[in-house]
């Protein structure tokens, strides 16, 4: 086998970083909390991918998606005897205003971006040393991929102003909390692209 001709693979942002963008799918933002804050959190995500585009930090959008024969499903769902978010139906869809050009998207079943997927191998690979998350919600899917990611060794930035959920309390509180425990940093959209052009790329 000859030598390969490509340009082998992209590496983290000059800051270590990748950006994850969490659940920005149609389905998430039926609910009238989320809905209200749609255009403000879509355009965050579009202002940080825009520039990790320019920077080449790797951005991966993480969706969720079950199947219908139930192999997949939430202890929850099993429960109720109801499932969601099957593959092929339309609220699945990555919202329309976010443009994923370039984005690696991985599927998840599970309100951990890590668990059951190949993010934790994908980041290793990259030489990711910290994760910039946004997204929906910051309750479930944004604060457990958070915890999973220090658990992995993978230092975690919540992007404040580029997440939001079904109650704006439960948002608060549990930043605070991560926060407090020092498993995340907050960081605001603005903050994390000066840092960026702060590492001159």
Avoid at 30 to 37: G, K, M, R
Avoid at 119 to 134: F, M, P, Y
């Amino acid at each position: 086998m000859g030598p390969s001709t490509g340009q082998g693979p992209a590496r983290a942002g000059a800051d270590g970083s990748a950006l994850l963008l969490i659940d920005l799918q149609e389905a998430f933002f039926d609910h009238p909390a989320l809905e209200a804050s749609r255009a403000e959190v879509v355009a965050a995500a579009q202002r940080l991918a825009d520039q990790a585009r320019r920077r080449d930090v790797p951005i991966f959008l993480i969706t969720t998606e079950h199947s219908r024969d139930g192999s997949t499903w939430t202890l929850g769902m099993l429960e109720a005897g109801q499932g969601f978010l099957f593959h092929g139906d339309p609220g699945t869809a990555t919202v329309a205003e976010l443009d994923t050009t370039g984005m690696t998207r991985i599927e998840k079943t599970r309100d951990s971006a890590w668990f059951g997927t190949d993010l934790l191998l994908r980041v290793r690979n990259l030489e990711v040393s910290r994760v910039l998350i946004a997204g929906v919600s910051t309750h479930a899917c944004i604060a457990q991929t958070a915890r999973d990611a220090y658990a992995n060794n993978v230092r975690a930035a919540v992007i404040t102003d580029a997440v939001a959920d079904e109650q704006v309390e439960h948002k608060e509180h549990v930043l605070e909390l991560l926060s407090a425990d020092r498993q995340a940093e907050l960081l605001t959209t603005d903050e994390v692209l000066a840092r960026w052009r702060g590492k001159g790329r």
